[in-house]
């Protein structure tokens, strides 16, 4: 069965600490996502990958950065984590262009 | 740009009662459309989807046809069931546009006995 595994359910930090999210998908997919849900809000696109060290800004990249140095890895970096990022954070997979994309379960951030 | 709107929730159902759950976009070209389920602490999954117009998308007894006269792919159901309790969201994706998918807000759905 096809697996997408965020590193941590739950995470509190606190305001100005990094932050590191991780993503590991085992189905060799070429893309990755990371989204932010919010109530009332939806799914936003915070950055996607196509490709090992390639990156592309969604929607709602300020304040975050991403890195994917292996295919199956994807990470989101909040340099300095503020109280509005705090949500829950979604990361995905796909296979190749318009395929369904495959979720993990998310991660609760927290920011106090 | 592109835009998903759903009806509000929470929608409240008895068990076998029937569902629907509009949908409109607004798009700048021709997109394939989807519904996402997301059960109580579990990722997004893929319900169904529909690539053109008058496609009819189907699984797990829920059905969504593509309406690009009407810019709508409302999803429904004739019977509900308390397992169906989850948030269903509307997606798009334009042709072409690699795999962005554009999210409506999400609607929660509860089943009672």
């Known amino acids: 069965d096809v697996k997408v595994t965020q590193s941590s359910r739950y995470l509190v930090k606190r305001t100005g600490e990094k932050v590191f999210l991780e993503c590991v998908q085992d189905?060799?997919?070429?893309?990755m996502f990371w989204y932010r849900q919010d109530p009332g809000l939806g799914l936003r696109l915070i950055y996607f990958?196509?490709?090992?060290?390639?990156?592309e800004k969604g929607d709602i990249p300020e304040g975050y950065s991403v890195s994917r140095e292996k295919k199956e890895r994807f990470s989101l970096i909040l340099e300095s984590a503020s109280t509005n990022q705090t949500s829950m954070y979604l990361c995905?997979?796909?296979?190749?262009?318009?395929?369904?994309?495959?979720f993990g379960s998310g991660t609760q951030l927290s920011v106090l | 740009g592109n835009s998903v709107t759903q009806m509000e929730g929470p929608v409240t159902l008895s068990e076998e009662a029937f569902l629907t759950i509009n949908c409109t976009y607004t798009?700048?070209?021709?997109?394939?459309l989807f519904w996402y389920v997301q059960y109580p602490g579990e990722g997004l999954q893929l319900l169904l989807k529909?690539?053109?117009?008058?496609d009819k998308g189907s699984n797990k007894g829920f059905e969504a046809t593509y309406r690009k006269e009407t810019t709508s792919f409302h999803l429904e159901k004739g019977s509900v069931q308390v397992s169906d309790s989850a948030v269903y969201f509307c997606?798009?994706?334009?042709?072409?546009?690699?795999?962005?998918?554009?999210f409506g807000t999400g609607t929660q759905l509860k089943v009672e006995l």
């Open positions: 529909a690539t053109k117009a008058d």
């Open positions: 997606a798009l994706i334009l042709t072409g546009g690699g795999n962005k998918l554009t």
């Open positions: 990958s196509y490709d090992v060290k390639m990156k």
């Open positions: 798009a700048t070209g021709y997109p394939s």
């Open positions: 189905m060799d997919h070429e893309n």
């Open positions: 995905a997979s796909s296979f190749s262009t318009n395929e369904k994309l495959f």
